[in-house]
């Protein structure tokens, strides 16, 4: 090579290589931001679906068979705490699946959601689960 050609190599030779690096990088923090974003929704309609669930069994475990003004611990009646869970969750429209058993009560809801930028990465569903147990206390402490 002739001096003259090295010169200009050297002066010349990474030419753009700041403007290439510039554009990767801001792909990248670009893609972040926007899974950073989509998780927080994912988290906020998850934590809403265990709400949801928990109000739903909640209103459930008030719905006790009447050994419980006799004193005694009473277990739920099955029916009704079904009807009272299913009832919340159509108030507040949601699905969701309730089970009554003895003293306890389990609702799951699954709920819609949907991902602004990570579509084609994940689906469009999440779900929340809470499981209430009725209790008898007499003077704040369990019997």
């Known amino acids: 090579m002739t001096t003259r050609l090295k010169t200009w ?3 010349n ?3 753009g290589t700041v403007s290439i690096m510039v554009a990767i990088i801001s792909v990248a923090l670009l893609l972040m931001v926007t899974l950073v974003y989509d ?3 994912k988290l906020r309609a998850s934590r809403d679906a265990t709400s949801i669930a928990t109000e739903a069994a909640r209103a459930a475990a008030q719905e006790l068979t009447g050994e419980a003004i006799l004193g005694h611990q009473a277990p739920l009646h099955t029916s009704r705490s ?3 869970a299913h009832s919340y ?3 507040v429209g949601a ?3 309730v089970s009554v058993s003895g003293t306890n009560v389990t609702v799951t ?3 819609g959601w949907e991902p602004t930028f990570a579509g084609l990465f994940t689906n469009g569903t999440v779900t ?3 499981t209430v147990s009725s209790v008898r206390a007499i003077g704040g402490v369990e019997q």
Do not use: D, F, I, K
């Open 9 to 11: 190599a050297a002066r």
């Open 13 to 15: 030779g990474e030419r």
């Open 39 to 41: 998780g927080a929704t």
């Open 82 to 84: 079904a009807a009272a």
């Open 89 to 91: 969750l159509a108030m």
């Open 95 to 97: 699905n969701g699946t």
């Open 109 to 111: 809801v699954t709920t």
């Open 128 to 130: 929340g689960s809470a």
